[in-house]
């Protein structure tokens, strides 16, 4: 499946973005689809998944409370709600797709380009 993450921007400390992620290939709905970040000069690291269904997801720490995420699977499409961005939230953000909802990349086998999120003070 190919994955194509967009949506990122400038936005201020306490604003709001809406990633999406659109998917082409294969049947979207027989994947589970994660979120990750990757900060400047740091690693790539959890934000949240989402089940095929859209029954359940898995969220980091450092996003509960802020973040949602979703899926449309008739668009093979998915999304991550960021509300109370932070300049901590800036780098880029990767949409992924694999089988099993986990906090490791390991099952993600297939990832997008990424889109860039900067949160200005």
């Known amino acids: 499946v190919q994955l194509q993450a967009y949506g990122g921007g400038l936005v201020q400390a306490g604003g709001s973005l809406r990633l999406s992620c659109a998917a082409s290939g294969r049947t979207f709905s027989n994947y589970v689809m994660g979120w990750f970040h990757q900060a400047p000069g740091k690693e790539r690291e959890f934000v949240a998944a989402?089940?095929?269904?859209?029954?359940?997801?898995l969220f980091a720490d450092s996003v509960k409370g802020r973040f949602t995420i979703s899926r449309d699977n008739a668009k093979s499409t998915g999304h991550l709600q960021m509300n109370s961005l932070t300049p901590e939230d800036t780098g880029l953000y990767y949409c992924?797709?694999?089988?099993?909802?986990?906090?490791?990349?390991?099952?993600?086998?297939?990832w997008g380009q990424g889109t860039l999120v900067t949160v200005s003070s």
């Open positions: 992924a797709a694999g089988n099993l909802i986990r906090r490791s990349p390991e099952p993600y086998n297939y």
């Open positions: 989402i089940s095929r269904s859209g029954g359940s997801a």
